[in-house]
Structures are given as C-alpha cells and as structure tokens.
C-alpha cells in the first residue's frame, strides 16, 4: 500500500477491521467540513473501492446512534428501489461495509470512530455548472424527502439535537459573545455582528411559524456536493446522511438553494463574484416539486422561500460563532477562514433578500403551471 503518510498511523488496524479484499492504496478525498474522508483502492481491478471516513465524534456524539440512523435510512431507501425495475440498489443508495464483528463502525485503539461505504464512482459538485444539474439535484432531494415520508419518524434519533433551531443557534451565538473567549476577534468583526443582530427577531420569528409544519424525516444538510451525479449529470445518489432526522421541508429547500443558486463558492472571498443564478433556482425548484408535490401540504409549500432566508442567515450565525470560539467545529484551511465564510454568505443573504419577490414569483408560476399543488 502506498500514500498512507498523512493517514493515522494505525490505518493497518482500521482496514483490517472490516470486511473487504486487499487495499492498493488510500488518499484523502472531498471536500466535507466535518469528518476525514478518505478513497480506498482496492488491488483487484474487479473488486468495489471504498470510501473510508473518520466520524467526527466531537460532533456526532452518539455514533451508535447516527450509524443505526443510517442503517434504518438506507434499508428504507433500497426497498423502495428494489421495487423498481432497473434500478441498482447499490449504485444509487450509501451502503455501508460490515466490520468483522458484524458492526459497521469501528472504535480504534486510539478512541477514533471509522465507518467504511461502496466507493460511488460518480460526481460532487461545490459549484454547479449548468441547469441540468441544478434540476437533477432539486429531483435527487424532493424524491429522498418523498421516499422518507412514509418512514416512521420515531424510528430515527437526532445526532445533533435541535440542528436547525434558529433560536437556539442565535442564542449560542450572543453567548459566545459575551464570553472571554470571543474578545480579540469580536473587535473585529463589529459589522458581521450587527448584521446578525438586525435581522435576529425576525428570523426567529419566521422559524418559530414553521413549527405549525409537518415534522417530516429529512435530510438536514442539502449542500449540492452532498449530492452524487453520474457521467451524464443524472442523479445518482444522495449522500451524507449523518443529519438525516425529523424537520421541515423548508430546511432542505433553503440550505440546497444556499448552494446552488450562488455563483461563487461558500467562502468566496471576492464579494463581486457573488451573485444569484437565476436560472439554476428555477430549475431546482422544478426538479424538487416535480418530486415532492405528490405529498407538500400548501402550507410546506408557501414556506420554502422562507427556508432559504433561515438557513443562509442560521450558516452565518454558525460560521460567525465558529470564528468568534477561535475554530472548534467546521474544518477550515487558513486562520481567517470562517471570516470569509462568514462575510461571503453574508453577502448571499443581502442579495437573497433584494430578490425575495422575484423568487416568490417563480416558485409561485413553477406551481401554478404545472397544477403541482392545490393552491
Ligand atoms: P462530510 O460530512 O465531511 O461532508 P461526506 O459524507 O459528505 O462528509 O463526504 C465528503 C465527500 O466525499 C462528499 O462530498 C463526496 O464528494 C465524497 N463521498 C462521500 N460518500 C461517498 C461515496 N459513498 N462514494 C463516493 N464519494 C463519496
Ligand atoms: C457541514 O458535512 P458537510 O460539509 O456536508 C455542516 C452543514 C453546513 C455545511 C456548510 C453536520 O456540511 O450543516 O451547512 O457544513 N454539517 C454539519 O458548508 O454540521
Ligand atoms: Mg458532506
């Protein structure tokens, strides 16, 4: 095995833990903030590579519980495909790798936690390219919520507790603010933290109205690159489901159309090259309600442009409060880094809201002209 120099050093005990063939070699892989990701190759040509992950247990503190979350999910969704003909259960849902015990994490000798899925060969986008895919990923996500609707949600546990609770996020954040730790940063960052309070009451006011909402099984983390497209940009599979737990529909909507609707990256740093594509929004909202209009109640419906608003403006609360505790949660790649997360979806928020009724009018006319829901 080569390229193990970056990797824990006790990676022979990990691999040797589960249940697979002889490892060529294993690199650093995607772009996720939260856990270690790596591609496992394997030596034999016609063997299944591996994605192998170390679970950030700092964050997800039960990992028996978020593994048992994703055994349910994804046992869920392959029945659901298995019943239609053509589909490849094992292409197009995460399947996770026993280990020799018959679990399907491990805790190493070290105290870390590593978990083992089929290698997807297929495609993660951080920006998208073109409105086929922003269509694609709207379907990928409405028809995961689809196919979840009739799994009982008391079957699933929250990994991360009140995940999207505006309140509670806000709350932490003056906290923070308050506390020592924050001092030498919080001098700096005086406009980012106005604009947090300016729109605090009415923020949490919208997400204490959506409280009235179904509570669905949802994903809780639509990021487009937690989506996999194959080679001719159709969806493949939905991916990262640690945060797959009861919630609103409006939080998927809004944190899928956080991402593809920016023209620049999250962390952009050149605030000019952040604007919104339209286009990519209207195809999204298509994709998603062509899939998710069979079960939206009117009301779920009305509130999706709500959700945009929340989680952007919720991402900015958590990249500011992650900055302000000197970087404890997200990964980041320079010491300014949640900074620019920061200041960059702040900028996408300003531009969300100066184009609040222009998408109103186009999810609006996207139900009206296809009769997707009754009103
Ligand atoms: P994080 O929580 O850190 O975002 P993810 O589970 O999203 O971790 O994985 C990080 C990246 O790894 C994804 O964005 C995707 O590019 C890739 N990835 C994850 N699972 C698979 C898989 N089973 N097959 C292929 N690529 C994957
Ligand atoms: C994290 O795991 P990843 O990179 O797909 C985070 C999301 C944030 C996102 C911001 C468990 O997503 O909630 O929206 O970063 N996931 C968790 O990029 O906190
Ligand atoms: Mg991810």
């Not at 824990?8 to 249940?19: A, K, V």
């Not at 994703?70 to 490849?88: Q, S, Y």
């Not at 709350?171 to 604009?195: M, P």
Request: proline letters at 2%; a negative charge.
């Amino acid at each position: 095995m080569d390229q193990t120099s970056t990797i824990s050093d006790n990676i022979s005990e990990i691999l040797s833990q589960f249940l697979i063939g002889e490892v060529n070699s294993i690199v650093p892989y995607g772009t996720g903030h939260i856990n270690e990701t790596y591609f496992v190759k394997s030596v034999n040509a016609n063997d299944t590579d591996y994605l192998l992950q170390r679970i950030n247990h700092h964050i997800f503190k039960n990992v028996s519980v978020l593994i048992k979350n994703i055994l349910t999910v994804t046992a869920h969704l392959r029945k659901k495909l298995e019943a239609v003909a053509g589909a490849n259960p094992d292409q197009e849902v995460l399947t996770l790798v026993s280990t020799r015990n018959g679990e399907y994490y491990y805790h190493d000798s070290k105290g870390d936690y590593w978990r083992m899925y089929y290698f997807l060969d297929a495609n993660s986008y951080d920006i998208l390219e073109n409105q086929q895919q922003a269509y694609q990923g709207g379907r990928a996500f409405g028809k995961f919520q689809c196919q979840l609707v009739d799994l009982n949600v008391n079957l699933i546990q929250e990994t991360i507790p009140n995940f999207h609770n505006v309140q509670l996020r806000y709350n932490r954040f003056e906290q923070v603010l308050q506390g020592d730790k924050a001092n030498s940063r919080a001098q700096n960052t005086t406009a980012e933290i106005a604009f947090v309070r300016e729109r605090a009451e009415n923020m949490v006011q919208a997400w204490q109205k959506l409280l009235q909402l179904p509570v669905r099984v949802i994903h809780n983390d639509t990021k487009f690159n937690n989506v996999l497209l194959n080679k001719d940009d159709r969806v493949q599979c939905v991916i990262d489901l640690d945060t797959v737990m009861p919630g609103y529909v409006a939080y998927d909507f809004g944190d899928a159309i956080r991402t593809i609707i920016n023209t620049a990256a999250e962390d952009e740093r050149d605030l000019d090259k952040i604007n919104l594509n339209i286009p990519f929004f209207e195809s999204y909202t298509q994709g998603y309600l062509e899939e998710a209009a069979s079960f939206l109640t009117d009301e779920e419906a009305e509130s999706l442009l709500t959700g945009v608003y929340l989680i952007t403006y919720e991402q900015i609360v958590r990249f500011l409060t992650d900055y302000l505790e000197n970087d404890v949660y997200y990964k980041i790649h320079f010491p300014e880094h949640n900074l620019q997360r920061t200041q960059a979806q702040i900028e996408l928020l300003k531009k969300l809201e100066a184009s609040g009724d222009e998408l109103l009018k186009i999810i609006k006319g996207i139900i009206k002209k296809d009769k997707l829901i009754s009103n």
